[in-house]
């Protein structure tokens, strides 16, 4: 499955945009700002085929184009995993170094332990109950 992290996407997306502007342009950061409001609400398909039209305006070689080429492809490849509007709707974290911290301390919270042994399956058995407590589920 595709990286779902808004943050990498961004950090990804950005060589596309200085097949276009410079490094130091506002307008890069417009445009980027105007992509990316788009895919958060659930229009990943749409930036792909501006994004292609705007190399072909420039008449960019292949090479050139190929940032921009590989970007819309992604969008276009992973659009069933790029819901931002739902994760957004649904109060999901859409940044990976959140769950990912979630996951450690929760880990680390139980297993961690000063004496403590854990067997997989012990382990296995008291996370999920850790899960819920720390979330007050």
């Known amino acids: 499955m595709p990286d779902r992290d808004i943050i990498h996407m961004i950090q990804y997306f950005w060589k596309a ?14 445009s980027q700002s105007k992509r990316l409001q788009l895919i958060l ?6 930036v792909a085929p501006g994004i292609r039209r705007n190399a072909t305006l420039l008449k960019l070689t292949p090479q050139e184009g190929k940032p921009v080429d590989t970007r819309a ?5 992973n659009a069933k995993y790029l819901k931002y509007d739902d994760y957004l709707k649904a109060g999901l974290p859409m940044a990976t170094g959140v769950i990912e911290g979630a996951c450690r301390h929760l880990i680390k919270h139980r ?3 000063t004496g403590a042994r854990w067997t997989m399956r012990a382990a296995e058995a008291v996370l999920p109950l850790g899960s819920l407590y720390i979330s007050r589920d």
Not at 73 to 77: A, D, G, S, T, V
């Open 41 to 46: 609400e659930g229009k990943s398909t749409s």
């Open 73 to 77: 492809r992604y969008l276009l490849n």
């Open 111 to 113: 297993m961690d332990i």
């Open 17 to 30: 945009a200085f097949v276009f502007y410079s490094q130091t342009s506002t307008q890069a950061e417009a």
